[in-house]
């Protein structure tokens, strides 16, 4: 089943640094979109890319950055680690319209973030 | 700005018991709504997806209804197991295709055998 794939599944990281979280979309899926959930909270949306574009982005600050590669794979990067980045982050995939077929997102299992 | 509110935040029932989730959302002009299932410390499992044309959706025993018009929607479960055990999140996007998901806090669903 090819799902959405992210990796590392945790990561610890000190205050300060910088992490680069990894996804690889559903096949056939062209769009990503990335979500921070911390304990106990819904997930909430932090940006979304598609033609290697960065098309929608929420209410983060540039410490949050991200990458689409030409093969749909993402990447997330942030900068500056706070403790209140401790999370889990997670990927969705997706068509980018629903002309195609039913819209829908697919969510991988996510990476949990851990700043020390 | 779409909010997404889930009730009961938390729900605990005896094995075979049939219970409803509920969500609301404030902005009516939402183009879909999507349930999702979250084990603890995993990501999410789409259970079921209402576009808004539709009124219902159903898989095996869940069944999703989507009332825009009182900014409502509801997961039914029926003879629930121990195994349905685990946080169930409701999620609408806004009036496109793709519009970002605005999620519910989500209820954390134990069922008891």
């Known amino acids: 089943d090819a799902g959405v794939t992210q990796s590392p599944t945790h990561l610890i990281k000190t205050r300060g640094q910088q992490v680069t979280l990894r996804c690889s979309p559903k096949?056939?899926?062209?769009?990503v979109s990335w979500y921070q959930q911390a304990l106990g909270q819904g997930p909430q949306f932090i940006f979304q890319?598609?033609?290697?574009?960065?098309?929608q982005r929420g209410n983060f600050p540039d410490r949050f950055s991200g990458h689409q590669f030409p093969n749909y794979s993402s990447e997330l990067n942030v900068n500056a680690l706070l403790l209140g980045d401790s999370a889990l982050y997670l990927c969705?995939?997706?068509?980018?319209?629903?002309?195609?077929?039913?819209?829908?997102?697919?969510f991988g299992s996510g990476t949990r973030l851990t700043v020390v | 700005k779409q909010e997404v509110t889930q009730i009961p935040a938390a729900l605990s029932v005896p094995e075979g018991e049939n219970l409803v989730l509920n969500c609301s959302f404030t902005?009516?002009?939402?183009?879909?709504l999507q349930w999702f299932r979250q084990d603890p410390g995993k990501g999410l499992t789409s259970l079921l997806l209402?576009?808004?044309?539709?009124r219902e959706q159903t898989s095996g025993r869940l069944n999703a209804s989507l009332d825009k018009s009182s900014g409502r929607s509801t997961l039914y479960i029926a003879a629930s197991q121990p195994g349905d055990s685990a946080t169930y999140l409701c999620?609408?996007?806004?009036?496109?295709?793709?519009?970002?998901?605005?999620f519910g806090k989500g209820t954390r669903l134990s069922v008891i055998a």
């Open positions: 969705a995939s997706s068509l980018p319209g629903p002309a195609t077929e039913p819209y829908g997102y697919t």
């Open positions: 890319y598609y033609e290697e574009e960065e098309r």
């Open positions: 209402i576009q808004s044309s539709q």
């Open positions: 096949s056939g899926h062209d769009t």
């Open positions: 902005d009516s002009a939402i183009y879909n």
């Open positions: 999620a609408g996007a806004g009036n496109s295709g793709n519009t970002p998901l605005v």
